[in-house]
T-cell receptor, first 113, second 115 residues
Framework: GDSVTQMEGPVTLSEEAFLTINCTYT??????LFWYVQYPGEGLQLLLK?????DKGSNKGFEATYRKETTSFHLEKGSVQVSDSAVYFC????????????FGKGTKLSVKP | DTGVSQNPRHKITKRGQNVTFRCDPI?????LYWYRQTLGQGPEFLTY????????KSRLLSDRFSAERPKGSFSTLEIQRTEQGDSAMYLC?????????????FGPGTRLLVL
């Protein structure tokens, strides 16, 4: 079945470091791909998305490119801030009418000043 | 736009009791989803509604679980005869439209602890 695999955390970085969180997926058809972020004590928020191969989603300095050939959607940011500390979830939405999201396990990011 | 709201935010109950959670979606959103998130895991799909119709239920949704969306607005999720394994965060999300333009907006969740 469809699934998402994320790199395990926690990831600890110093402020202004480069961030990569790996995400690969298994899916039939051509899903849409998402990154959601969960800040401490808050609900999931959509960070960015891409709906077809080679699309790049971007928001708040974060980027991810939909790579069909490697079935990947890695999240990157050039310079992280303390305020980026959160749990990041990669997800796919199967292209059928059902529409529910399939999530990875999440990667906790801690950024130290 | 007030966002998706869920009540209560926290619930502690004893094993065997029934609990009910409520979700108020963003106004005019026609789709409403329920997910469950356990510690260290990503959210897992439980069920979803399009307007008042419940269109899909996950295998995770045992017979003890029931969800309703009577007027196509708010939704309730009831768990009967709770078990310790039901302890989790229950998330609600709503969206408008379908296809590649659909974006699900999540509420803050209801954290359930079954003693």
């Amino acid at each position: 079945g469809d699934s998402v695999t994320q790199m395990e955390g926690p990831v600890t970085l110093s402020e202004e470091a480069f961030l990569t969180i790996n995400c690969t997926y298994t899916a039939t058809g051509y899903p849409s791909l998402f990154w959601y972020v969960q800040y401490p004590g808050e609900g999931l928020q959509l960070l960015l998305k891409a709906t077809k191969a080679d699309d790049k989603g971007s928001n708040k300095g974060f980027e991810a490119t939909y790579r069909k050939e490697t079935t990947s959607f890695h999240l990157e940011k050039g310079s992280v801030q303390v305020s980026d500390s959160a749990v990041y979830f990669c997800a796919l939405r199967y292209g059928g009418s059902q529409g529910n999201l399939i999530f990875g396990k999440g990667t906790k990011l801690s950024v130290k000043p | 736009d007030t966002g998706v709201s869920q009540n209560p935010r926290h619930k502690i109950t004893k094993r065997g009791q029934n609990v009910t959670f409520r979700c108020d979606p963003i106004s005019e959103h026609n789709r409403l989803y329920w997910y469950r998130q356990t510690l260290g895991q990503g959210p897992e799909f439980l069920t979803y509604f399009q307007n008042e119709a419940q269109l899909e239920k996950s295998r995770l949704l045992s017979d003890r679980f029931s969800a309703e969306r009577p007027k196509g607005s708010f939704s309730t999720l009831e768990i009967q005869r709770t078990e310790q394994g039901d302890s989790a965060m229950y998330l609600c999300a709503s969206s408008l439209g379908t296809g590649t333009q659909e974006t699900q907006y999540f509420g803050p969740g209801t954290r359930l602890l079954v003693l």
